[in-house]
């Protein structure tokens, strides 16, 4: 089983539109969660950390269920400029391990 | 601020021919990571360095060196190179203090002919 899992996609949406993101990982004992964002032929770079009480940056919120072990990503009124692979990273201390899921595609449409 | 760099950025490489790939941070960062991206099978770890002189094996290590000379390089030796190891590379640094966050370069791009 993968430690990291993600919907790969793709998603389809138009301008303004809400779209979600969901990611599932393997392990307990995970630490640390993070989104990043990943442009066609880019490295992947932070969008945001994510924080069991949830947190929100501009129009970006992310949440974590460590009960059900997923987090979320929400982007609302989507902009052309979103459009972009998006990774859910998740870090072990012990080894300071990260694991990435595979990404989720988006593409905002006109 | 160069952050993470890697060299060279695109590269063609015959079968069995050898080559390395350079990696440097200038963030004074403890960990580093070599990646391989491939499609639909996301990043993969190939080898890591908890520290200067220290490296591991990651998920995918053969076909597969590194070194960690000194802290701020680490680098990736392919020494037969293979067609299946065609690929992008991501070298990656990480400070465990500094908020969790991992960086990478931007990447190299890799055809074995």
């Known amino acids: 089983r993968k430690e990291v899992e993600q919907d790969p996609g793709p998603f389809n949406v138009p301008e303004g539109a809400t779209v979600a993101f969901n990611c599932t990982y393997s392990?307990?004992?995970?630490?640390?969660f993070f989104w990043y964002r990943q442009d066609c032929r880019k490295e992947p770079k932070l969008l945001m950390s994510?924080?069991?009480s949830g947190n929100e940056d501009g129009r970006f919120t992310a949440q974590l269920n460590r009960a059900s072990q997923y987090i979320s990503l929400l982007i609302r009124d989507s902009k052309l400029s979103d459009s972009a692979t998006y990774l859910c990273?998740?870090?072990?201390?012990?080894?300071?391990?990260?694991?990435f899921g595979t990404g989720t595609s988006l593409t905002v449409i006109p | 601020n160069a952050g993470v760099t890697q060299t060279p950025k695109f590269r063609v490489l015959k079968t069995g021919q050898s080559m390395t790939l350079l990696c440097a941070q200038d963030?004074?960062?403890?960990?580093m990571y070599w990646y391989r991206q491939d499609p639909g099978m996301g990043l993969r770890l190939i080898h890591y360095?908890?520290?200067?002189?220290?490296?591991a094996k990651g998920e995918v290590p053969d076909g597969y060196n590194v070194s960690r000379l000194k802290k701020q390089n680490f680098l990736l030796g392919l020494e037969s190179a293979a067609p299946s190891q065609t690929s992008v590379y991501f070298c990656?640094?990480?400070?465990?203090?500094?908020?969790?966050?991992?960086?990478f370069g931007e990447g190299s791009w890799l055809t074995v002919v």
């Open positions: 990656a640094s990480h400070l465990p203090t500094s908020g969790n966050t991992i960086y």
């Open positions: 360095s908890v520290g200067e002189g220290t490296t």
């Open positions: 990273v998740v870090n072990m201390y012990v080894g300071n391990q990260f694991y």
């Open positions: 994510v924080y069991s």
């Open positions: 392990n307990s004992a995970s630490q640390s």
């Open positions: 963030m004074n960062h403890e960990y």
